[in-house]
C-alpha cells in the first residue's frame, strides 16, 4: 500500500478488525519509510460495474462518489456515518448483484433517494434538489409538499 505522505511503497499493518457494520475491514498501518500512520478500508467487490451517465457517457462504479454525495446531503443532519455507510454499502450490494454490468445514473439516483427518504426528510430534499434539478424556489415548494404530504399519508 502506498503511503499518502511520502508515496513510499512499503507500510505495515499494525491493527486489522472488521467494521461495525461488518461490510468492510479498517487497517491500521505505518510507512516503513517516514513512519507516519494511517488507514485502509477494504471492501469486497463483487463485480466491475459500469455506470452509464446522461448522453451515454460510461464510468466505473465509484463507492466514494456515492459516498459523498449522500454525506453532502447529510450534512449537519444529525445523521450518523454509521447510517450513511450502512446506506452506500446496500445501495452498492443492489448496484453489484443486479446482474447487469452495466446501470444507469439514474438508477442509482433513485436508489439513493428511496433510501435518504428513509432516513431524513431534509437531506432526501437536498439531495433531489440537484438530482432532480431544481431552477427555482416554487420547485423545493412543490417538492417539499409532496413529501410532507406522504410523510402524513404514511403516518396513519
Avoid: W
Avoid at 428513509?118 to 438530482?131: G, L, P, T
Amino acid at each position: 500500500m502506498r503511503c499518502p505522505f511520502c508515496a513510499h511503497e512499503d507500510s505495515q499493518v499494525k491493527d486489522s478488525r472488521p467494521t461495525e457494520d461488518n461490510s468492510a475491514i479498517r487497517r491500521r498501518r505505518q510507512c516503513s519509510s517516514c513512519g507516519a500512520r494511517f488507514t485502509t478500508f477494504e471492501r469486497v467487490q463483487l463485480r466491475e460495474v459500469t455506470v452509464v451517465k446522461s448522453g451515454e457517457r460510461r464510468e466505473p462504479f465509484d463507492r466514494s462518489k456515492l459516498e459523498q454525495s449522500v454525506s453532502l446531503a447529510c450534512r449537519k443532519r444529525g445523521v450518523t456515518q454509521e447510517r450513511i455507510d450502512q446506506l452506500v454499502s446496500g445501495i452498492q450490494r443492489q448496484v453489484e448483484t443486479a446482474g447487469d454490468p452495466e446501470i444507469p445514473s439514474s438508477r442509482i439516483g433513485e436508489l439513493v433517494m428511496d433510501g435518504l427518504r428513509q432516513i431524513d426528510s431534509v437531506a432526501y430534499i437536498r439531495f433531489a434538489s440537484v438530482y432532480r434539478d431544481f431552477s427555482e424556489a416554487k420547485d423545493f415548494e412543490e417538492f417539499a409538499h409532496t413529501v410532507h404530504e406522504a410523510a402524513k399519508d404514511g403516518g396513519k
